[in-house]
């Protein structure tokens, strides 16, 4: 196979899912004819009629729609056109289609994919990261896949699943990011992988940050021969706690990247459990990198220090390996 | 009284006030119960719109259909099957109830059987009915299949109510969405909820068909939701029913609804439309008083014995419900 990319592989998989499953349909604006904003459904609609549906500027109703097409048992996989706009449709989401198996017994095999995170120039309502919201939620499964081959296979186990999936793809990764092959490793939603093996400190991140904190990692092996752990979280909820215990049991550091707002979060969620069930194994106090405590800015020269960089990432792990 | 019972069924009829009566036992004995402190949590009930609930519903059929009941649509939870001791075991906190003591009261529902359990954040189930149709829709089911849900005057003025109507009248679903405008939501009056003249003018902004109503007059109710639903059967997309009655009840027990207007209590909407729908019965020959009387001795026997079942069975135990969020337990407390 040729180069395919981030983008190509979510294709793949909603393409693959349509012809694997009956009961799969998308809906989401613009992604019938039009191909959706980032083009992650061109042609489907003509090779699955009827069950690619454009919807109206509703994502409140969307989301409702797709939770009642759920409870009758079919597998809607929603487009919210940017994670910001899932906003309007967060109701459904954290109050229907979150509390439905607990209330009635009857789950809500729901995909909704955010395309998610900041791309240069995107500012304050085309760049959010909603992850760690959701993720607050029982009943919500939050995914943030960082490869290729994970953007693929874990679309299709969040169509698969009977519970309500959050699919965060990150939109930075859609065409930057390529690789030979869809194939994977197979590690199901819910584990996490050591991207970078290192003795050091550990790095915890997820999504796009995975790819900047190998950055960071690359740094400083070249700048004083450190090993950096880099662990890739793939799912935020379920989050794979005993990987990440393992790798600060190795290191002894711990640093939790994301891209998200600084207060709470899934780094904060990293930290805490780390501090509760691996307190004895750190050597230094664990530290959290996050984006900026304002909205994410439109101009890319604020943009690019909004968010954690290679560069930030490595003066927190040089203030981490020198505690 | 000029109501028309031409294309009236005998049985339609009947079942729609038995339905109305029951509902009116079945809520009485609730709030006596609220009263003495036996209901866990609030209590809400529909008086004075049991003939719109019971009409919507009574058009319906279990197990084809879809039916979202709201707030005060006991009658209609009624006419479409739901068994009473559903909402006693619920009201009264038994775990054998449909959600076992994880909701209460009015959220009840068994989606497996086309009737989704309501949230509490008004408009939410119109696009949720609108997607188990489109659901039934995608497998080849849909044919002369309707879903129906009931919402009130406060929910026409949430983005959820917008948002679908339009997105149920671009997909051309089936939807029968019925406006019980029962003057008041919560405390808030009309005047301050919207300034369009009449709500069913709202229809044609969406593109769909509106239909009127004197919610306190059943046989009217019923001809109205006959005919909306036999067109959104027939394939005419979604039907907009406003029907028009006052509040007769607090927003729950815990209110006396003191702000209630004075003229309104004694103005045509404020009839009982049990009462109206009593006398229409017996000015038809639907029925007669005695018959109705030996009915509402059955369903306060029935209602009693629901009560006494109820009370009888255990309450939900915090060490063996199994807290589980996720169909798939593997993923709970990750």
């Not at chain 1, 760690?132 to 499964?141: D, K, M, N, R, T």
């Not at chain 1, 065409?175 to 790095?203: C, F, M, N, Q």
């Not at chain 2, 009840?249 to 609804?257: A, P």
Request: glycine share 10%.
């Amino acid at each position: 196979m040729s180069d395919v990319t981030y983008i190509d592989a979510i294709h793949a998989a909603l393409d693959d899912a349509l012809e694997n499953d009956p009961r799969v349909f998308l809906y989401g604006q613009d992604i019938g004819k039009f191909g959706g904003a980032f083009k992650a459904t061109k042609g489907l609609q003509e090779k699955y009629p009827g069950r690619v549906l454009d919807a109206p500027i509703s994502e409140d109703a969307m989301a409702g729609m797709a939770i009642g097409a759920a409870i009758e048992g079919a597998r809607p996989v929603l487009e919210m056109q940017f994670a910001d706009f899932s906003s309007v449709a967060f109701n459904q989401i954290v109050n229907q289609a979150a509390t439905h198996f607990y209330r009635t017994g009857v789950p809500i095999p729901l995909t909704m994919r955010l395309p998610s995170g900041g791309t240069p120039g995107s500012g304050p309502f085309h760049s959010q990261s909603m992850e760690s919201l959701y993720a607050h939620y029982p009943g919500l499964v939050v995914v943030t896949p960082a490869t290729v081959a994970d953007a693929y296979s874990m679309l299709m186990e969040s169509i698969e699943m009977d519970d309500p999936v959050v699919y965060c793809e990150h939109k930075f990764l859609y065409r930057w990011l390529k690789s030979s092959s869809y194939e994977s490793d197979h590690l199901p939603i819910g584990k996490a992988r050591v991207t970078r093996s290192g003795k050091h400190a550990t790095v915890v991140t997820y999504s796009a940050m995975v790819h900047e904190a190998v950055r960071a990692a690359e740094m400083l092996q070249t700048e004083g021969g450190w090993e950096i752990e880099v662990v890739d979280l793939r799912s935020v909820k379920p989050m794979d706690t005993d990987t990440i215990i393992a790798s600060v049991a190795r290191t002894g550091r711990l640093l939790a990247v994301g891209e998200a707002f600084p207060w709470g979060g899934v780094t904060a969620e990293v930290v805490s459990r780390v501090c509760a069930d691996g307190f004895h194994l750190l050597d230094a106090p664990p530290v959290r990198l996050n984006a900026r405590d304002t909205p994410i800015p439109y101009h890319p020269k604020l943009w690019a220090t909004h968010r954690p960089t290679p560069e930030s990432i490595a003066e927190s792990l040089r203030k981490l390996l020198n505690y | 009284m000029d109501t028309t019972t031409e294309g009236l069924e005998r049985e339609h009829v009947r079942h729609v006030f038995r339905a109305m009566l029951m509902s009116r036992v079945l809520e009485n004995k609730l709030g006596s119960l609220y009263k003495a402190g036996r209901i866990v949590g609030g209590v809400y009930l529909g008086k004075g719109q049991e003939a719109v609930s019971a009409s919507l519903a009574s058009c319906l059929q279990k197990g084809r259909d879809v039916y979202a009941p709201l707030i005060r649509d006991q009658a209609g939870r009624t006419a479409f099957g739901e068994e009473i001791i559903d909402c006693t075991r619920t009201y009264l906190g038994s775990v054998d109830g449909p959600m076992r003591g994880r909701d209460g009261n009015i959220h009840r529902g068994r989606p497996a059987e086309g009737m989704p359990a309501m949230i509490s954040h008004l408009g939410a189930a119109i696009s949720l009915v609108s997607g188990m149709l489109l659901a039934k829709r995608l497998r080849g089911d849909m044919e002369g299949v309707v879903g129906a849900t009931c919402v009130g005057d406060g929910c026409t003025s949430t983005g959820a109510f917008h948002e679908g109507l339009n997105s149920a009248a671009v997909e051309n679903l089936p939807l029968v969405l019925t406006v019980a405008n029962n003057q008041y939501a919560y405390s808030t009056p009309n005047s301050s909820q919207f300034v369009c003249h009449d709500l069913v003018d709202k229809a044609a902004g969406y593109g769909v068909q509106g239909h009127s109503v004197d919610g306190t007059d059943m046989l009217a109710c019923i001809a109205v939701m006959q005919e909306a639903v036999d067109r959104a059967r027939a394939g005419e997309g979604p039907q907009l029913v406003v029907a028009s009655m006052l509040r007769l009840t607090g927003h729950g027990e815990h209110d006396d609804g003191s702000y209630v207007n004075a003229g309104l209590k004694s103005s045509e909407l404020g009839r009982d439309s049990l009462e109206v729908g009593k006398s229409q019965m017996i000015e038809h020959g639907f029925s007669d008083a005695a018959e109705i009387e030996e009915w509402k001795k059955q369903d306060e026997e029935a209602v009693q014995q629901a009560v006494a079942i109820s009370q009888k069975e255990s309450e939900p135990d915090p060490y063996q419900d199994d807290w589980l969020a996720y169909s798939n337990p593997d993923l709970q407390n990750r």
